[in-house]
């Protein structure tokens, strides 16, 4: 698998992956990672059902993915969606190399830190990028490849006054 993206976005697939992502990244490969979707077959046969046929659709829990990913440049481009920031930090410490991660949409009842109108972070969520940050993952936000990508330590460091180390 030769990963071209890594996105949180908490509706998972939906128009901005498929006319905009794919197309950006050339993507022919699309892996959902999310436990509740990989343990509901009606879920992952809508998912399947939305994305066009040409491209494979990978839906797996997140320590099976984590611990059966291999890197292989190459192949074909694969974009990784989760659903939680959570899951991306469960998935790292499973052994997935992560280096860059976008964050496209989350909505957090209890919303700490407001970076977008799409992303609403709780204090669990700031803290878990906190973590990956600080482990040296490159985080940014933006909904599509054409917007101006916002920095998360930026906004972190901002809203909280202390530095991400």
């Given amino acids: 698998m030769n990963v ?15 006319e905009a992502w794919i197309p950006f990244t050339k993507a022919a490969c699309l892996a959902v990672i ?3 979707v990989a343990d509901d077959l009606f879920r992952t046969t809508v998912i399947r059902m939305a994305v066009p046929r040409e491209i494979e659709v990978i839906v797996s829990r997140v320590e099976d993915f984590a611990g059966q990913y291999l890197p292989r440049p190459g192949k074909e481009p ?17 052994g997935f190399p992560i280096e860059k991660l976008n964050i496209g949409n989350i909505y957090a009842d209890e919303c700490q830190l407001k ?3 799409c992303v609403l972070l709780s204090g669990e969520d700031v803290e878990a990028l906190r973590a ?8 940014d936000i933006r909904r599509v490849p054409g917007d101006k990508p916002l920095d998360a330590r930026d906004l972190i460091e901002g809203a909280t006054g202390e530095s991400v180390p």
């Fill in 4 to 18: 071209v993206l890594v996105r949180v976005d908490n509706r998972l697939v939906h128009g901005q992956i498929i």
């Fill in 34 to 36: 999310d436990d509740e």
């Fill in 78 to 94: 694969t974009i990784v969606l989760f659903s939680s920031i959570d899951d991306v930090k469960r998935a790292r410490a499973c």
């Fill in 115 to 117: 970076c977008s109108p």
């Fill in 132 to 139: 990956l940050l600080s482990a040296g993952v490159q985080i």
